[in-house]
């Protein structure tokens, strides 16, 4: 903590390093939405092998992934990317969109996502403020990031991020960070309980599942780290925001009612947008209760 006090007492050297750090953490969060839902798959064909009892011989020989290996290579020609083909943003620009071996081209996304990344991170400190909970918040906005893009690439909210999410929001407000310990406490419960009694009611009504649980963690998490006066906002908005979408694709793309809409970027931006004004939001959500 001393540290990060250190850091934002030279204001000047602050926004600078959030632009460097975010953009290299934007870099790795390429390969975290890339590779973790990878690893999930592999992780469950695993378990459901030992579940089965399958011979050693009969099992799916995939190549073992993680975030650290193998290096990263062009999908088109299997070119090992250099150190100085990697550097976010640059490096795709020096590049003009394209491997420098087979001259394939390289998708856009990843320095969007590296972009996007430097742009919400510096939002964050110039909004909050350059305080030591504009600089923890950095983590917070980072994951939903990652989970954005996951949720929309695979439908999958994983574990691996809500949870350690959760329990990072409920630690820091503990000491009062971003919000009281009580706040916190109650947001996460708030969060979680709120979405798995909407899916349980619309399942017994239904038979249908109408969201998944990733969602339910997510909101919790959200809970833990802006407190619990903030749910029913982030609740709202992203509703909002979700209806919205889905209606647009109905009308405007012919999708069908039937195909799913991942909840969980709606909640990451709305979760955003109450980290960023959330007392703006509480004012005005009081005034529209007449509280």
Same mark, same amino acid.
């Given at each position: ?5 250190? =850091? ?26 890339l590779r973790l839902p990878k ?24 190549? +073992? ?63 909050? %403020? ?25 439908? @999958? ?5 809500? @949870? ?5 929001? @409920?630690? /820091?407000?503990?000491?009062?960070? /971003? ?9 996460a419960v708030v969060g979680y309980?709120? =979405? ?15 969201? %998944?649980? %990733? ?11 802006? %407190?619990?006066?903030?749910?029913? +906002? ?7 925001v979700g209806a919205v979408v ?28 109450? @980290? ?16």
């Amino acid at each position: 903590m001393a540290e990060l006090q250190g =850091l934002i007492d030279n204001p000047w050297f602050v926004y600078p390093f959030v632009l460097f750090l975010s953009l290299c953490v934007g870099s790795f969060l390429n390969v975290v939405i890339l590779r973790l839902p990878k690893m999930m798959e592999q992780d469950w064909r695993c378990q459901c092998e030992d579940f089965l009892e399958v011979a050693e011989s009969q099992r799916a020989d995939t190549k +073992a992934v993680s975030l650290s290996s193998p290096n990263s290579t062009c999908p088109a020609c299997g070119h090992e990317i250099r150190p100085w083909e990697n550097i976010p943003v640059i490096s795709y620009l020096l590049l003009r969109g394209k491997c420098s071996a087979c001259k394939a081209p390289i998708s856009v996304r990843y320095p969007l996502i590296e972009s996007v990344t430097a742009v919400f991170s510096v939002a964050t400190v110039v909004i909050m %403020g350059p305080t030591v909970a504009a600089l923890w918040a950095l983590v917070l906005v980072w994951a939903l990031i990652a989970l954005t893009v996951i949720d929309f690439d695979t439908q @999958l909210l994983p574990d691996s991020i809500t @949870l350690p999410l959760l329990w990072l929001g @409920l630690i /820091l407000n503990y000491f009062g960070i /971003l919000t009281d310990f009580h706040s916190a406490f109650w947001g996460a419960v708030v969060g979680y309980l709120s =979405l798995w009694s909407v899916y349980w009611l619309f399942k017994l009504v239904t038979g249908k599942e109408g969201m %998944g649980y %990733g969602d339910f963690k997510l909101l919790g998490a959200l809970g833990a780290w802006l %407190g619990w006066q903030l749910v029913p +906002a982030v609740i709202l908005l992203s509703s909002i925001v979700g209806a919205v979408v889905g209606i647009s694709l109905i009308v405007f793309r012919g999708q069908g009612r039937e195909v799913p809409i991942p909840f969980g970027p709606y909640l990451a931006a709305a979760g955003l947008l109450c @980290l960023w004004f959330g007392a703006e939001i509480q004012v005005a959500w009081y005034a529209y209760l007449g509280v």
